[in-house]
């Protein structure tokens, strides 16, 4: 997707992630946040990695995440994308006297490298990662993103894509499953700057993955985006929303073997046109996540030999 198109995709996205986003995960994050806030004694330094265009810090203003009562919000915005972080920087460019905002033009791999030469630079009491995590290889990331956290720092870790895309009104149950399955298999596939990155089941492998890099889940639930129209109607900027969607599956799909080309292109102009008739509903599976992090990681333990549960 071209950089504007993508800008204007994130802007897009941001009420079908708020109408997402687990409420309970979140509440249990506000009363913990705000708890490390009355004990810090100082401002509360806070790190989102993917932060795209800044929605999250928009939201988390809207939903009052942060006692501004307490000692101040140092907020950095990390993004390998500085055009994003552009947007990031105009959108919110009148922040709230207790909020001190930082923006960091890199790759998240850089950041943690660049970091590690410094050992005495401050870590983070909480970090932010949405709808990024499923673009990354866990394995290697989630120990490198550890490393910047305090050892009583916070996480939250939101839309984690979880193996489901669900569209609807079928057009044909047996083709439209063959797109799904081919969909998640370049999820499952893609490889970024010669590293593995993601997959289309990141949502449930971290219940693994978090514990064995050192991040205690304290709240976890669905977060999962439902878009409908209402009278032939979406909501906000969401058929927009739809289109991106439809474009990158078609984008991703073109060439692909298991599918017949013209049969895919019937397919795509059929999603559009419901799209235009505000017929088509877009479910995607997807997770979050709050905890605390533990001072030492703890490998979850393989089963014993021999036991089994069924
Ligand atoms: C799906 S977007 C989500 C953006 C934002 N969190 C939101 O939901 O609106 C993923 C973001 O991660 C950024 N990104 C992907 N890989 C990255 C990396 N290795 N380091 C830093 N940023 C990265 C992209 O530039 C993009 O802005």
Same mark, same amino acid.
């Given at each position: 997707m071209q950089i504007d198109a993508f800008i204007r995709y994130?802007?897009?996205?941001?009420?079908?992630?708020?109408?997402?986003?687990?409420?309970?995960?979140?509440?249990?994050?506000?009363?913990?946040?705000?708890?490390?806030?009355?004990r810090l004694l100082r401002p509360l330094r806070a790190l989102?990695?993917?932060?795209?265009?800044g929605a999250m810090v928009e939201r988390v203003l809207e939903w009052r995440l942060f006692d501004p009562d307490a000692d101040g919000v140092e907020y950095t915005l990390l993004d390998g994308e500085?055009?994003?972080?552009?947007?990031?920087?105009?959108?919110?460019?009148?922040?709230?006297a207790w909020l001190r905002l930082a923006y960091a033009p890199i790759n998240v791999f850089e950041y943690v490298e660049q970091r590690a030469k410094y050992p005495t630079a401050p870590r983070y009491d909480? &970090?932010? =990662?949405?709808?990024?995590?499923?673009?990354?290889? !866990? @394995?290697?990331?989630?120990? *490198?993103?550890?490393?910047l956290l305090t050892d009583d720092g916070l996480f939250y870790f939101t839309i984690n894509f979880d193996?489901?895309?669900?569209?609807?009104?079928?057009?044909?149950?047996?083709?439209?499953?063959?797109?799904?399955?081919?969909?998640?298999?370049?999820?499952?596939?893609?490889?970024?700057?010669?590293?593995?990155?993601g997959d289309s089941r990141t949502g449930r492998?971290?219940?693994?993955?978090?514990?064995?890099?050192?991040?205690?889940?304290r709240s976890a639930g669905a977060s999962d985006w439902v878009v409908y129209g209402v009278n032939g109607k979406?909501?906000?900027?969401?058929?927009?929303? &739809?289109? =991106?969607?439809?474009?990158?599956?078609?984008?991703? !799909? @073109?060439?692909?073997?298991? *599918?017949d080309p013209s049969r895919f292109e019937a397919w795509i102009a059929q999603r559009r046109a419901q799209i235009e008739r505000g017929e088509l509903v877009y479910i995607a599976h997807q997770?979050?996540?709050?905890g605390v992090v533990t001072s030492t990681p703890t490998p979850r333990r393989l089963a014993s030999p021999g036991f089994r549960t069924t």
């Open positions: 994130l802007i897009a996205k941001r009420t079908v992630d708020d109408r997402a986003l687990n409420r309970v995960v979140w509440s249990q994050l506000v009363d913990a946040v705000r708890a490390q806030q009355r989102e990695v993917g932060a795209g265009v500085p055009a994003l972080l552009a947007v990031a920087q105009e959108r919110l460019s009148e922040p709230p909480l &970090l932010l =990662a949405h709808a990024f995590l499923d673009l990354l290889d !866990l @394995s290697t990331a989630l120990p *490198l993103l550890r490393s193996g489901a895309t669900l569209l609807e009104p079928t057009i044909d149950p047996a083709f439209d499953a063959a797109v799904e399955a081919a969909y998640h298999r370049t999820m499952d596939e893609r490889i970024i700057d010669g590293r593995p990155s492998h971290l219940f693994t993955q978090l514990p064995n890099a050192g991040f205690e889940i979406y909501p906000a900027e969401e058929a927009h929303f &739809l289109h =991106a969607i439809v474009d990158t599956m078609h984008a991703a !799909l @073109s060439n692909d073997p298991t *599918l997770l979050d996540f709050f």
